[in-house]
């Protein structure tokens, strides 16, 4: 009787063993469920939000290339009034060669040429 006991014994301990792994596989699946589903979720949404991105982004291109031409249109603008003043100095100031600095001599002073 007292062997039955603990074989009794041993047989609900090993039983409560196998209970506690199950419960701890079942967490762990349960919680990987729930991971799952949070990263589904998650995909859903921004699968969800990239019709109204790419429209965004579509947008915005289109404003970046507006953009692009008013300020190459600004900088042609630019170069033509440059051009302009030149060409009015050119006619009130003369030749531009007129005003340069004299050219200095390749010898130096002081050091005589060999």
Same mark, same amino acid.
């Given at each position: 009787? /007292?062997?039955? &006991?603990?074989?009794?014994?041993?047989?609900?301990?090993?039983?409560?063993?196998? =209970? =506690?792994?199950?419960?701890?596989?079942?967490?762990?699946?349960?919680?990987?469920?729930?991971? !799952?589903?949070? /990263?589904? +979720? &998650?995909?859903?949404?921004?699968?969800? $939000?990239? *019709? !109204?991105? $790419?429209?965004? !982004? @579509? /947008?915005?291109?289109? $404003?970046?290339?507006?953009? @692009?031409?008013?300020?190459?249109?600004?900088?042609?603008?630019?170069? =033509?009034? +440059?051009?302009?003043?030149?060409?009015?100095?050119?006619? /009130?100031? +003369?030749?531009?060669?007129?005003?340069?600095?004299?050219?200095?001599?390749?010898?130096?002073? +002081? @050091? *005589?040429?060999?």
């Amino acid at each position: 009787m /007292i062997a039955r &006991g603990h074989e009794m014994e041993d047989s609900v301990r090993n039983a409560q063993a196998k =209970a =506690a792994k199950a419960e701890v596989e079942a967490k762990d699946a349960v919680q990987k469920a729930t991971t !799952v589903a949070t /990263i589904q +979720g &998650g995909l859903d949404l921004d699968v969800a $939000a990239v *019709p !109204v991105a $790419a429209n965004t !982004v @579509k /947008i915005q291109t289109a $404003a970046v290339k507006a953009q @692009k031409e008013k300020l190459q249109t600004a900088y042609d603008d630019m170069v =033509a009034a +440059g051009s302009v003043c030149d060409a009015a100095s050119a006619t /009130i100031c +003369g030749s531009r060669d007129r005003w340069r600095a004299p050219r200095r001599s390749k010898s130096r002073p +002081g @050091k *005589p040429r060999r």
